[in-house]
C-alpha cells in the first residue's frame, strides 16, 4: 500500500496568512494526487485533483503543486472560511489512502 | 446538482450486521463508479469499498475484505454496503462517494455520512 505522510499535523495561522501543507508519499505517484477539505461535522470537499487542477467554485487563493513523492498545498492568503482539516489522497493505485490530515486553526 | 444521501447507521453489537444505504440524485449514477470512505471518531479517512459503475468490478480495503459487500441498483440509483462480523474497530462515520471510474479514483462528491457505532 502506498503511505501518505501530511505536514505539519495542525498549525495555528491568521488571517491573510500564507499557508503552506505538505504531502510526501511513500512511492511515486506522479500527479495521482488530490487535496480535500474538511470542516467540522461536514463531509469533505474536493479541492484540487491531479496536483494542481483547482475545482470549479474553488477560490484561486487555493493551489496545488508537485509530481512524484513530494506535494504542497498552498492557500496564499487564509480567510475566515478557510479553517478546517486538509487531506491529501493519492489516487494511483488501490487501495487509495489519505494522509493523517492538517488542522488549521485560528491562531 | 449532485446530492449522496446514506442512511442504515446505527448502533450494533459485536459480530452483528448491518446494511448501509446512499441514494443519489442529480447525475448519471450507472455512469459512475461509487465508493465507501469511513472516518473514525476524532480520526482520518481510510477507504472502505469501490464499485464499478456497471457493478462488475468490487474493491476491498484489507480490513473489510471478507466481512462487507459493496453493491448498487442502478435501476433504483441506490448503493449498498453489507456489512457483518462487525468489530469495535469499525465504529465510523460511513460517507458513500462518487468518482468517475474504479481506477485513478478520486471522490469527487460525497453525501453527509451516516454513523455506525459497534458496541455492546
Known amino acids: ?107 | 446538482e449532485v446530492q449522496l444521501v446514506e442512511s442504515g447507521g446505527g448502533l450494533v453489537q459485536p459480530g452483528g450486521s448491518l446494511r448501509l444505504s446512499c441514494a443519489a440524485s442529480g447525475f448519471t449514477f450507472d455512469s459512475y463508479a461509487m465508493s465507501w470512505v469511513r472516518q473514525a471518531p476524532g480520526k482520518g479517512l481510510e477507504w472502505v469499498s469501490a464499485i464499478s459503475s456497471g457493478g462488475s468490478s468490487t474493491y476491498y480495503a484489507d480490513s473489510v475484505k471478507g466481512r462487507f459487500t459493496i453493491s448498487r441498483d442502478n435501476s433504483k440509483r441506490t448503493l449498498h454496503l453489507q456489512m457483518n462480523s462487525l468489530r469495535a474497530e469499525d465504529t465510523a462515520i460511513y460517507y458513500c462517494a462518487r468518482s468517475t471510474t474504479v481506477v485513478n479514483t478520486i471522490f469527487d462528491y460525497w453525501g453527509q455520512g451516516t454513523l455506525v457505532t459497534v458496541s455492546s
Open chain 1, 1 to 107: 500500500d502506498i503511505q501518505m505522510a501530511q505536514s505539519p499535523s495542525s498549525l495555528s495561522a491568521s488571517v491573510g496568512d500564507r499557508v503552506t501543507i505538505t504531502c510526501q508519499a511513500s512511492q511515486s505517484i506522479s500527479n495521482y494526487l488530490n487535496w480535500y477539505q474538511q470542516k467540522p461535522g461536514k463531509a469533505p470537499k474536493l479541492l484540487i485533483s491531479a496536483a494542481s487542477s483547482l475545482q470549479s467554485g474553488v477560490p484561486s487563493t487555493f493551489s496545488g503543486r508537485g509530481s512524484g513523492t513530494d506535494f504542497t498545498l498552498t492557500i496564499s492568503s487564509l480567510q475566515p472560511e478557510d479553517f478546517a482539516t486538509y487531506y491529501c489522497q493519492q489516487s494511483y493505485s488501490a487501495p487509495w489512502t489519505f494522509g493523517q490530515g492538517t488542522k488549521v486553526e485560528i491562531k
